[in-house]
């Protein structure tokens, strides 16, 4: 009896009823087992619902957490913690001021105490990796008799998607700026041309050969978007066609594209690919890339220099197998800060030179989207002054068996 009384609902009275027990203890210690095993349940089912409440709420992807009326940290999950750098069990019983260190959140939290109204809006943290973008949902709490004991938060990182839609935003702006460009000039000409111009042969030659240089531009321009867009839409549908095939020829057919270019420069374009090497690949799309970061070091070369154009298998530390595509220059090379942004669309290092070397600033980003096409990824390095390698890496023969 006196266990029961303490919470241990483990032992039965029944066993120890002797024969001296009357009925009427007999049938009070079966009255009270029976107690005991329901109590026993009960608990039992309400730790079990306890531990799943606990393990939905920590490993929710939502940061949460729960504010009283005087502003003191109920609770919050382990994804506020990260967020918040706190340490989930110390915060609760603290000051929401000495947990939260933002104003735009503390207000809200305020405001929606003050209101008892649901609050939707955005919060911004900077951490080490820069800003991050939060989703808030503050709404009132209210406890089982409807008593309001405080604020719930539900935050969502939206950084992701910002950042997209920057990248979309910022994509349109430079698409037009890129168009705009071009053909303000010709308008200008054709207009210079159509007020006398004309009658200048001399001037009218060389106006129109801008006017013919621009339209390539133009031209080259939108080829490029064409061809991104066409990537970018077959690799989202897996329906680029990808057959294994020798690295030495994609890497050949790529050279021979682009010794004319070489030849200008008197370049030498040299190969280095072991005879057997294979990989699964799209022939066209991956000589297209080549292509391009051969096109680029003849670009940004010196007269006379040399490009490498290498592939190799390499071992990763995880055993799976990776052929390594590069191409090599010697030329003017490109700053460290430059290198982060180096694949996005338009991004260009040196805008005047691109632009009177003709380039379009989509190069690498075809580039890019080319290697992920083939379940791969580009990157680079480079040091100002000595030259750039562009890797290409894609996944080796073992690596989808
Ligand atoms: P672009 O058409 O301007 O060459 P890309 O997307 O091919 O555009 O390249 C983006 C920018 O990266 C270039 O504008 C240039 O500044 C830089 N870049 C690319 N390749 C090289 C290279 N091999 N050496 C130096 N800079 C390079």
Redesign the pocket.
């Known amino acids: 009896m006196s266990r029961f009384s303490q919470g241990d609902f483990s032992q039965r009275m029944s066993l120890y009823k002797g024969k001296a027990a009357s009925l009427e203890v007999a049938a009070l210690a079966d009255a009270m087992d029976r107690m005991a095993e329901q109590l026993n349940e009960r608990i039992r089912t309400i730790v079990r619902q306890h531990n799943e409440l606990k393990a939905v709420f920590s490993s929710m992807s939502e940061a949460v957490l729960a504010v009283d009326t005087d502003e003191r940290v109920i609770k919050l999950n382990k994804a506020a913690a990260v967020i918040f750098t706190v340490n989930e069990k110390e915060a609760p019983g603290r000051l929401l001021q000495e947990v939260v260190r933002n104003i735009d959140l503390q207000g809200q939290i305020k405001q929606v105490l003050a209101n008892q109204e649901p609050l939707q809006d955005e919060i911004i943290l900077q951490d080490a990796e820069g800003e991050r973008f939060l989703q808030t949902n503050c709404v009132p709490l209210h406890d089982d008799s409807d008593r309001n004991i405080g604020v719930l938060v539900v935050m969502n990182d939206v950084t992701r998607l910002r950042r997209l839609e920057n990248v979309r935003r910022d994509f349109v702006a430079n698409v037009s700026h890129e168009l705009k460009t071009p053909i303000t000039s010709i308008k200008g000409y054709v207009e210079t041309l159509m007020d006398g111009a004309i009658d200048n042969r001399d001037d009218a030659v060389r106006f129109l050969k801008i006017v013919t240089k621009q339209t390539n531009q133009l031209y080259a321009i939108i080829e490029d978007l064409l061809s991104l867009s066409r990537i970018e839409k077959q690799s989202e549908h897996k329906e680029v066609d990808l057959t294994v095939g020798e690295l030495r020829k994609v890497l050949e057919e790529a050279a021979l594209t682009c010794q004319m270019k070489a030849a200008e420069k008197k370049i030498r374009i040299s190969l280095q690919c072991p005879e057997n090497l294979r990989a699964k690949m799209n022939f066209t799309l991956l000589e297209q890339a080549i292509v391009?970061l051969v096109v680029?070091?003849i670009?940004?070369?010196e007269d006379g220099s040399e490009v490498i154009v290498k592939a190799e298998e390499k071992v990763e530390k995880d055993g799976a197998k990776r052929v390594i595509i590069s191409v090599q220059?010697f030329?003017?090379?490109?700053a460290k800060k430059?290198l982060p942004r180096?694949f996005e669309r338009f991004?260009?290092?040196?805008k005047a030179?691109?632009r009177k070397?003709g380039?379009?600033?989509?190069?690498?980003?075809i580039v890019k989207h080319i290697a992920q096409a083939h379940g791969g990824d580009a990157s680079v390095q480079?040091q100002e002054g000595e030259g750039?390698t562009?890797f290409i890496s894609l996944p080796g023969q073992n690596a989808d068996a």
Do not use: P, V
């Open positions: 391009n680029n070091a670009k940004y070369s220059d030329g003017i090379g490109i430059h180096l991004y260009r290092s040196d030179r691109s070397l380039g379009t600033g989509l190069g690498l980003s480079s750039s562009f």
